[in-house]
C-alpha cells in the first residue's frame, strides 16, 4: 500500500528520495501520519533504491501492540 504518493505523486526529493519514504514508514508505525494513516500499522515494510537503480534498501519497522 502506497500511502503518500510514493516518488510518482509525491515527487523526487533528490538525494533524500529514499529517506522520504522511510519516515512516511516510521510515522505509520508510530501512528502519526494523519490522513493517511493506516489503522492498527504495527508492521511496515519500506522499500526504497537509490544510485540509478542499484542499491535497493528494505527495512521493516513494527512497534509492540
Do not use: K
Request: aromatic share 6%; glycine share 16%; hydrophobic share 40%.
Amino acid at each position: 500500500m502506497n500511502t503518500y504518493g510514493g516518488l510518482l505523486s509525491f515527487g523526487h526529493t533528490g538525494d533524500s528520495s529514499g529517506m522520504s519514504m522511510v519516515v512516511e514508514g516510521a510515522l505509520q508505525t508510530m501512528g502519526l501520519a494523519g490522513d493517511r494513516q493506516v489503522a492498527d500499522a504495527d508492521i511496515v515494510l519500506v522499500h526504497t533504491y537509490g544510485g540509478m537503480m542499484a542499491d535497493h534498501c528494505t527495512l521493516i519497522f513494527g512497534r509492540e501492540p
